[in-house]
């Protein structure tokens, strides 16, 4: 058998690329910032950082290619947003720990500024296609500067276990979109929009973004977790519980289906649901049986949410999700609240009480409710351009989009 010399070559190539741009970044922030490099935190966990960050730019951003005339604005906005958001996060996190007037970075604050942008990405799916780029930038300022309000309260206050932020990033993003949403409430879509939906092709794109999250969420619910033991169980519990999650929603989807059949939407989204879910107490001591069973439970009340809640918030509270974040995000994170409470009260962690991760889940769900709407409200004023009714959901009008039958043609 041949040694794979190639692949070694190749290997060592990468770390040194990966090195030579961490050491450049380095330079930059000790300049930009006045730091010494020595006090700069090593840059010890890259591989989880890029996992983190693939999350975010490819997992969430494919994930949202399934609205066949909005490919553009779902890759190409999620990563603008990103970008600004990530920048943004570092500000309004840092502010709570400054040291002489400067906020010092390293790899932990980083994967945390990737976290409250999360947040912002999630919100996006809950008004994805009915908002413009400007519209969608002022909620990330505020959306941001709230979520490191409530970050801060949650882990330095009320010292609430939420190792994989099934609390303060899934709930509270969730539901910080849907109060958006239902502020910026159209009664033109009430009927539904030709473009609101997928093709065969968006849906495949789609699912690039699915299995990019789902093989990266182990690093995700881990990435700020305490190294060893904690760390360790925190992948195995995720990497249990997206598995079961699989399972459960194949079979309700299954099951709901017309004559047992698949529905694309919700392998693309309830697959997921576990990874959600059993963040808040992934590092516990919860073994496999809790770990499964808790994905279990989230595959099925998301693929539920999918088929029956979302039309019922859509036609009698007017809340027009447009990616379903209620059914992925909003109650599988409040189910994982619910998880770390009784987790903890059981004695699972080591670390809090059972009245401490009550008071996270309220105040992030608060949060994100009021903060929300407050947020809608500000998004509503005129001059920010949103797209009218008829120009929903489509790419063209912000984009330039090269006509498909003279694309063919072409071809």
Not at 121 to 144: N, R, Y
């Amino acid at each position: 058998m041949r040694f794979p010399y190639d692949h070694i070559k190749a290997q060592l190539l990468v770390n040194m690329t990966s090195t030579s741009f961490i050491k450049g970044f380095q330079i930059v922030t000790a300049t930009l910032m006045s730091l010494p490099l020595d006090e700069l935190t090593p840059f010890c966990g890259s591989s989880v950082f890029q996992d983190v960050h693939v999350m975010i730019f490819i997992g969430f951003g494919f994930l949202m290619t399934f609205l066949k005339r909005y490919g553009f604005s779902s890759v190409g906005i999620n990563l603008l947003l990103a970008a600004f958001g990530l920048q943004w996060g570092i500000l309004m996190q840092g502010i709570w720990d400054m040291d002489g007037g400067k906020i010092k970075l390293n790899i932990f604050k980083i994967i945390n500024a990737d976290f409250s942008t999360a947040t912002v990405l999630i919100s996006f799916g809950a008004v994805l296609g009915k908002t413009s780029p400007v519209q969608l930038l002022i909620m990330t300022i505020l959306e941001i500067s709230i979520f490191s309000i409530n970050e801060h309260l949650v882990a330095e206050i009320l010292h609430a276990n939420d190792v994989g932020a099934s609390m303060i990033i899934h709930a509270y993003g969730a539901y910080f979109g849907l109060a958006v949403a239902r502020v910026l409430y159209r009664p033109g879509l009430r009927n539904g929009h030709e473009n609101d939906g997928s093709v065969y092709h968006s849906d495949l794109f789609a699912m690039i973004g699915t299995v990019f999250l789902w093989m990266f969420w182990p690093s995700f619910n881990s990435a700020i977790a305490d190294p060893g033991f904690s760390q360790f169980h925190a992948v195995i519990n995720t990497y249990l519980s997206l598995a079961a999650c699989v399972l459960s929603a194949y079979a309700i989807s299954s099951l709901v289906e017309h004559k047992g059949k698949l529905d694309m939407v919700h392998i693309q989204n309830a697959t997921l649901a576990g990874g959600v879910a059993v963040g808040t107490c992934a590092d516990m001591s919860i073994g496999p049986f809790g770990a499964m069973l808790i994905g279990l439970v989230a595959g099925i009340i998301s693929t539920l949410g999918f088929k029956f809640l979302t039309p019922i918030l859509a036609s009698n509270l007017g809340i027009q999700d447009t990616c379903g974040v209620h059914n992925l995000h909003g109650m599988p994170g409040i189910l994982g609240g619910l998880a770390g409470i009784v987790a903890v009260a059981l004695g699972k962690s080591k670390k809090g009480t059972a009245a401490m991760q009550a008071a996270a889940l309220a105040s992030s769900l608060g949060f994100a409710l009021v903060g929300g709407a407050v947020t809608g409200l500000i998004m509503r004023l005129p001059f920010w351009g949103q797209p009218p009714d008829q120009n929903c959901f489509d790419d063209s009008i912000y984009w330039e989009v090269r006509n498909l039958i003279s694309a063919f043609r072409s071809y």
